[in-house]
């Protein structure tokens, strides 16, 4: 049984930093992605970035370029989103997901092609 657990969601202040964790298992193929996406309240559910398992390719959403890294720790099977200069906008539940969809498929990084979800984590930015 595939699971996607995240964690790290918390309170920060805005300017503030919080690293979000995605352990995954259950999975037994090496070559997946995984991705992030947030879903504000009363809006719908967004890609934030996302990741290859093996060659470590990586994509950001323009609103989150140069504030979030994505990165992953294939041994640990745990990809993990640092997410810095955080604003009041980027309130939201942060789920991650996954998806064995081929990364030659240009749309690999999208909602659409995500298989597995986890059940989310709430980020607050507020003073």
């Known amino acids: 049984q595939v699971q996607l657990v995240e964690s790290g969601g918390g309170l920060v202040q805005p300017g503030g930093s919080l690293r979000l964790s995605c352990a995954v298992s259950g999975f037994t193929l090496d070559d997946y992605g995984i991705g992030w996406f947030r879903q504000a309240p009363e809006k719908e559910r967004e890609r934030v970035s996302c990741i290859r398992r093996t060659d470590g390719t990586t994509y950001y959403d323009a609103s989150v370029g140069g504030r979030f890294t994505i990165s992953r720790d294939n041994a640990k099977n745990t990809v993990y989103l640092q997410m810095n200069s955080l604003k009041p906008e980027d309130t939201a539940v942060y789920y991650c997901?996954?998806?064995?969809?081929?990364?030659?498929?240009?749309?690999?990084?999208?909602?659409?092609?995500?298989?597995?979800w986890g059940k989310g984590t709430l980020v607050t930015v507020s003073s």
């Open positions: 997901a996954l998806t064995h969809v081929s990364r030659l498929i240009k749309w690999w990084c999208s909602l659409d092609a995500m298989h597995y």
